[in-house]
């Protein structure tokens, strides 16, 4: 690797391989796969169900570690940490954003948000505040003492957004965020990943709709467990959804 | 992880499923409870037995033909056997016990006491002059029975609160004229107001002389003999020379045992405390098989409690949550749950408890060392049962529980 280039490089994998022992037969779910993120990317990881994508987000996301190969994030090998090492990892470095929001049903907003704080030892005077900014960033200060049953589906991602921002990641981990929302709703989300992105943010959004991967500048697209494609893209420009959502 | 966040969680997860967390908690209710009623309800009649019931003062050894309490039918009939105490023997100890402050004899029988139309059937009382003190009688009115009244065997009584109220509802019972046994009596003292113990009144007696006592109803009656020492220190020099005395007159030999019996304020409470400890260890035992089928209970509902929020652990552990978090999560829950089973367990232990004095005429007193043994063992009970589902929480695999539907 480029000396150079080093500080900047915030992903780097190297020959990741993860194989599933089912019954007699070995499924590899990921062959061979290495790539860089720099900082400040915004990637779109895409492929049909069964490519791997999956796999690959969950070892990107520090939930996995794989069979083999090396996996540097932020200048720490992460492929051989322990569970809990792993989980501070998640704490500290990755934001996760989910299809199905993952917010906890019977806690308001502003609780939600909290949560990765409260992981983190933050005092509660400390975690409230850094959790209504976090809020004020997805403009849902004044939705923050509802439930998530009280919220709309945009809300609710624009929750799980603010709670993947409050512990201020190095990568933001989105796995089909719009999968669960109608064309507008999508459309904001992905606006608002816009705007994360150009304050600094690194985002990686993984996908299977090429539309939603087109709004990223780089697109990497997995196939059979391999990387098969991994090519700069020029985002479209978001439009109004009125306007119609063809790039 | 902070404890008030999951203390948080555990009251809501309690309050979001009233009747099943009702349900659960039943058998550490039920637990608890029974163990607050009990111990208040024994802890009360301790108080009672040593406050109003064994009176006797703490330098005091009373001796007697008969053991107090007879455990099997040969100590019956040994004790059946013993020869009688007699006044004799009283003057006996008098003469050689020099550690004695006083010494008295009593002896009982009961008999009507009348006075115009009126009558009451009572306990007779034949007093030496020694006994009110020994005792510590205390007098409403008049005096008691003197060494004079005793020497001349006097018709003279000294009687009850109850029996002076029933005799003498409007006038000063003092030198009235009362017949017992057919045989006319002055009443020269009337007794303070003792009140009742168990139900049973305490101020209906009458106390005559005991030499006239034996006049009416023999002098072959075997009696009961006291000796004050004057302080508790000498209580063991007192007991020696009145067993030395007796052992001799009965000519026992040095091999034989006693066959009197000595007894203190001391030793009668721990006949009684012998008797409370037994009802004491079924209760524990009770409790304790209610307490560990409790326990099983809540974790039983918290492996389903896990199950359930698969998913919430998914996430906790999605956001960086380790293993001992998610640990501490679900053991601070199953404490709290079982907490409150033992609050309610208190409760109504305590409320038993009093309806108990309120009802009937046992007394009973909720001890704080037991509401906190309850509160206590309560809270051990959901650590230890929660264990296993808390463990089974923290090893999931976060992949696995953010995917469960």
Redesign the interface.
Known sequence: MADSAANNVLIRTERLWKTYQMGSAQVHALQDVTFEIQRNEYVAIMGPSGSGKSTLMNLIGCLDTPTEGKYWLNEKLVSKMKDDELAHIRNKEIGFVFQTFNLLARSTALHNVELPLIYSGVSSKDRTARAQESLAMVELTDRMHHKPNELSGGQRQRVAIARALVNRPSIILADEPTGNLDSATGEEILKLFDKLHSEGNTIILVTHERDIAASTHRIISIRDGRIASDEPNTPRIPVAPAAGSAS | ??F??SIFIAL??LR?NRLRSLLTLLGIVIGVMSVIAVVSIIAGLNDYVANRIFTLAPDVVTISRMEPIIESMEDWIENARRKNLYLADLDAIRDVCNHCKAVGASVGSSARIKYGREYVGSQIQGYTAEIPVILGDELHAGRFITQYDVDHARNVCVIGFDVADILFPFVDPIGKSVTIDGRPFEVVGVGKKKGSVLGSSRDNWATIPISLHQKIWGAYQSVQIYAKAGNEERLPAVQDEVRLVLRARRHLAYSAKDDFAMNTSKSFLQIWANISRAFFAVTIGIAGISLVVGGIVVMNIMLVSVTERT??I????????????ILLQFLIESAALALVGGIIGVAMGASIAMTVTWLTPLPASVKWWAVALGLFVSTSVGLFFGIYPAKKAANLD??EA?RYE
């Not at chain 2, 998914?314 to 978090?325: F, Q, T």
């Open positions: 992880m902070n008030r966040e809501s997860s979001a998913r919430e998914g996430i906790r552990k999605a956001l960086g949550a380790r293993r001992k978090d976060p992949i953010l």
